[in-house]
């Protein structure tokens, strides 16, 4: 690649790839990454504990519904 | 990060089916080829293959289009894709010819609720994770 091809891509590049400009992030994300670190996972409500438990025994008694259960997802 | 959300919403909504879909063509291989199982699942395996991922993909989009007008919960709004996809089901079985072995009936009555209870746990603990993950809860 000759000199003038060097020059001509820098030119190229100069044109097509504007300065950043203000390259810092208006805040500091870590804060909002801890925080939600620290929330961990969710709690889950006794009802959907419950629900889990019917289905489990319902398809327990009834295993002829685990076909048509897998049929649908 | 912020862009397509519906896009996200989709892919989101496909994930959950088409890592189960892996579940049940094994089980299907299984009971028809190792156990010669004499039932042609084959001629209606079109349901669960592309309708149901597509539907689920598509039902999330349209979550998140009511979501922006009226706050329905995802568990809540999931349940009622089984209202759709239990009716689309038995129609491809119909007109596919494909003959119901009649345990299903017979448990059909205890079939939709507990499918509606599925989805409602499956639609809020993992779409719902899904969707929070890509931004778009």
Same mark, same amino acid.
């Given at each position: 690649?000759?000199?003038?091809?060097?020059?001509?891509?820098?030119?190229?590049?100069?044109?097509?790839?504007?300065?950043?400009?203000?390259?810092?992030?208006?805040?500091?994300?870590?804060?909002?990454?801890?925080?939600?670190?620290?929330?961990?996972?969710?709690?889950?409500?006794?009802?959907?504990?419950?629900?889990?438990?019917?289905?489990?025994?319902?398809?327990?008694?009834?295993?002829?519904?685990?076909?048509?259960?897998?049929?649908?997802? | 990060?912020?862009?397509?959300?519906?896009? +996200?919403?989709?892919?989101? #909504?496909?994930?959950?089916?088409?890592?189960? =879909? &892996?579940? /049940?063509?094994?089980? @299907?291989? *299984?009971?028809?080829?190792?156990?010669?199982?004499?039932?042609?699942?084959?001629?209606?395996?079109?349901?669960?293959?592309?309708?149901?991922?597509?539907?689920?993909?598509?039902?999330?989009?349209?979550?998140?289009?009511?979501?922006?007008? +009226?706050?329905?919960?995802? #568990?809540?709004?999931?349940?009622?894709?089984? =209202? &759709?996809? /239990?009716?689309?089901? @038995?129609? *491809?079985?119909?007109?596919?010819?494909?003959?119901?072995?009649?345990?299903?009936?017979?448990?059909?009555?205890?079939?939709?609720?507990?499918?509606?209870?599925?989805?409602?746990?499956?639609?809020?603990?993992?779409?719902?994770?899904?969707?929070?993950?890509?931004?778009?809860?």
């Amino acid at each position: 690649m000759s000199e003038r091809e060097v020059d001509e891509i820098k030119k190229l590049l100069k044109r097509e790839m504007k300065p950043v400009g203000k390259a810092e992030l208006p805040r500091d994300l870590w804060p909002a990454m801890l925080e939600k670190l620290s929330r961990g996972a969710a709690s889950v409500p006794w009802w959907d504990w419950v629900l889990l438990a019917g289905t489990g025994v319902a398809l327990w008694l009834f295993p002829g519904m685990v076909p048509a259960l897998l049929y649908h997802l | 990060m912020y862009k397509h959300p519906f896009l +996200r919403a989709y892919l989101a #909504g496909i994930a959950i089916p088409t890592v189960l =879909l &892996l579940v /049940a063509m094994t089980a @299907y291989t *299984v009971i028809r080829y190792v156990y010669d199982v004499p039932i042609a699942i084959e001629k209606v395996i079109v349901f669960p293959m592309a309708a149901v991922p597509n539907a689920w993909g598509l039902w999330n989009v349209l979550h998140l289009a009511v979501w922006q007008k +009226r706050r329905i919960p995802i #568990g809540l709004f999931g349940a009622a894709l089984p =209202l &759709l996809l /239990a009716p689309g089901g @038995y129609l *491809v079985t119909r007109l596919l010819h494909f003959t119901v072995p009649p345990e299903v009936f017979q448990v059909s009555p205890f079939a939709l609720p507990i499918g509606l209870i599925v989805y409602y746990l499956v639609w809020k603990y993992f779409v719902g994770f899904l969707n929070a993950e890509l931004g778009i809860a």
